[in-house]
């Protein structure tokens, strides 16, 4: 398994995966309500918890701390400026709202509204676990908090979660994803490679999440794919990915900017990884005049850019 302050993509190697393949490949064949909610729960749980770092101690401590719940979780959030033009920022799996201080810090200083949130079992929120729905929850609740976003910045399995969110009411007028998520198919065939059970444990837990996850929602399985229906986002896409990326292959974000066609611009990096492309001077850079720009200017395909 990855380092447990990592983000989450491929979600690897789990410890004592042998004896976890086998029991769960056993139970499915028997019980297949116990190894959904198994193969779930094992699916949502965080790989720890990754903590603050120095160099985002300044501004956190400088941001209106706010609460909300989502399916009886207690959530913290996070508020910069003075309420006009808000961006929502987006962490990923494993991760935390601070890791993306560098967008708010530049944000701020164009005079936007940064608002973030620590999911479930992420950062400062507590519990131990989180999931796709709730994320899309937080994100509608902070919506309806703040208006229509400016922007949405996400990272990882944040830009799967926030594309969901978007396509389901939330609006935002430009989406930047970085290192992103873009095919929940995609992301369940790295956790069933990295666990090693079979298909009849997949149909358990997606059984699982559409009976009890999200019972009132029904197909939700197959809408959560970040590259599906994209014309329901209605918003100009700047995607960043690195082409040695060890948790999200860049094939999650060549599918996301062939999903939405013109609309979208994909630049590909080269050694800044999954996690030192939030970081990288040029890529907040970019990224923030494209947030900023005046409205209609054309897309680029993809380029490359050495990091």
């Known amino acids: ?45 965080p790989l720890g918890r990754a903590r603050l770092k120095p160099e985002e101690q ?69 519990g131990r676990s989180s999931n796709i729905v709730e994320y899309r929850e937080i994100i509608r609740q902070l919506h309806a908090r703040h208006g229509d ?35 929940f198919d995609l992301l369940i065939k790295g956790f069933q490679a990295g666990l090693g059970v079979d298909d009849r444990v997949l149909r358990c837990m997606r059984d699982h999440v559409e009976r009890r996850l999200a019972p009132s929602e029904p197909g939700i399985w197959d809408r959560l794919g970040a590259d599906r229906e994209p014309g329901e986002l209605g918003a100009p896409v700047l995607l960043f990915h690195d082409e040695g990326d060890d948790m999200v292959p860049l094939v999650h974000s060549r599918r996301l900017a062939r999903a939405h066609g013109d609309p979208a611009r994909l630049v590909v990096t080269r050694g ?13 850079g970019e990224a923030v005049e494209f947030l900023t720009a005046p409205a209609g200017e054309p897309s680029e395909g993809e380029r490359a850019v050495v990091g």
Not at 11 to 40: D, E, K, S
Not at 68 to 96: C, E, F, I, N
Not at 149 to 169: I, K, M, N, T, W
Not at 272 to 284: A, C, F, Q, Y
């Open 58 to 126: 300044a501004l956190f401590a400088a941001a209106r701390i706010g609460r909300l719940q989502v399916r009886g979780k207690d959530v913290v959030t996070y508020a910069w400026g003075d309420g006009r033009r808000p961006v929502l920022l987006v962490h990923g799996w494993s991760s935390r709202a601070s890791r993306l201080t560098a967008f708010a810090e530049a944000l701020l200083a164009r005079g936007y509204s940064p608002v973030a949130f620590d999911a479930p079992g992420h950062g400062e929120s507590p």
């Open 1 to 45: 398994m990855q380092n447990p302050q990592d983000d989450r993509g491929d979600p690897g190697m789990y410890p004592m995966a042998p004896l976890i393949r086998t029991a769960l490949n056993a139970t499915a064949r028997v019980a297949p309500g116990p190894a959904g909610r198994w193969a779930f729960h094992l699916f949502v749980r």
């Open 272 to 284: 800044l990884g999954h996690r030192r492309i939030l970081r990288d001077p040029e890529v907040v």
């Open 149 to 183: 976003f400016d922007a949405v910045v996400a990272h990882s399995f944040g830009v799967l979660a926030s594309l969901f969110a978007l396509r389901e009411g939330v609006r935002t007028a430009r989406f930047v994803g970085i290192g992103g998520v873009g095919s």
